[in-house]
Every structure is written in structure tokens, then in C-alpha cells.
């Protein structure tokens, strides 16, 4: 138990939506993106107010499978579900604080346990979402928000990017 308080401090950081946590500025600062827009993301992605603090935060042990979240309790739990999803061939679902899909980011880790590390987990986020801002058609953080989440591609994408961008813009703007 004092394991996971010290987890949740280290990547909750203080008890108030309005600072940014530790993990997540030193992230942000490392890979160049703006620390309050890349823990809105992650609020966005993998909050979870089923948490021992009393509020909604981004929760590691999380996966959205084909849109459906499950939430774990430990690293190991979400292991065994995820590694029971790509036995059976199912590698799309996303994993993590900052909820990088497997099908299309495996490639940023060394295996399946270390996409579980919260800080190899927000590394991987925030160096896709750098990747976004600097496409020529996603070269602003407004934009590549929405490019993190659908690459805007075709019109249904934009659309779906569109509503991503929005909550995160507004996640943001109270932060």
C-alpha cells in the first residue's frame, strides 16, 4: 500500500487539478510540449476517480479496450489483461496515463510489461504528441491536441479529433 500512496504522489503530485505534477513536467519539458497540455491530455485519457486521494486523476494501471476503460489495481492486473488481449490477437487498445494504443505505438517499448511504466508510458505520449506538432497540417498545439488522439486523415477523423480537442482545450484552460 505505501508502494502505490508513493506512485500516486510521485505521478499525481500535489492534490489540486490546477499544478501540474512532477512526473508529468519533467516529461513535458524533456520532449518539448507544454506541461498543463500534456496533463490535460492525460486527465483526458486515463482519469480515473476510483483513487484512495478523493478526486479524479490519470490512473497508470488503465486500459480502453475497443472504448470500453478497465481500470486495475496494479500494474501486474493490467499485464495479464493486456497480455490476454494480444494471445488472442487483439492488439487494439490503449494503455496507460497516457492511453498509447498498442496496435499502432508497440514499436516505442521494449515489451508489453514496459508500456506499463508510468514514466516510459507518459515518455512514449508525449513524443507522439511532439510528433503531431510538428506535421505540417498539425503545427499548433490546438491542432496536433487533436492529432494525438486521429491523425486527420479522412473527414470522419477530423470530426473525432475535433470533440478530442475541445475536451483537452478545456481541461487545459483549467489547469
Known amino acids: 500500500m505505501f508502494g502505490l500512496m508513493l506512485l500516486l504522489a510521485f505521478v499525481s503530485g500535489p492534490v489540486t487539478a490546477s499544478v501540474v505534477p512532477q512526473m508529468y513536467r519533467i516529461v513535458a519539458q524533456e520532449q518539448r510540449v507544454p506541461p498543463k ?3 490535460a491530455i492525460a486527465l483526458n485519457e486515463s482519469q480515473s476517480s476510483n483513487n484512495n486521494v478523493g478526486r479524479a486523476l490519470p490512473w497508470p494501471w488503465t486500459i480502453n479496450h475497443r472504448g470500453e476503460p478497465h481500470y486495475f489495481e496494479t500494474r501486474e492486473a ?19 496515463l497516457g492511453q498509447v494504443n498498442w496496435k499502432w505505438h508497440k514499436q516505442r517499448f521494449a ?10 508510458n507518459l515518455t512514449a505520449a508525449a513524443k507522439h504528441l511532439r510528433e503531431q506538432y510538428e506535421r505540417p497540417e498539425c503545427a499548433s498545439w490546438d491542432l496536433a491536441t487533436g492529432c494525438y488522439h486521429r491523425p486527420a486523415q ?13 475536451r483537452v482545450l478545456k481541461l487545459w484552460s483549467n489547469i
Request: aromatic share 20%.
Open 154 to 166: 479522412r473527414p470522419h477523423d477530423k470530426k473525432i479529433a475535433s470533440k478530442y480537442r475541445k
Open 111 to 120: 515489451g508489453l510489461w514496459e508500456a506499463f511504466d508510468p514514466y516510459l
Open 78 to 96: 493490467a499485464y495479464r489483461f493486456a497480455r490476454r488481449l494480444v494471445k488472442a490477437g487483439d492488439t487494439q487498445f490503449d494503455i496507460g
Open 37 to 39: 497540455l500534456f496533463f
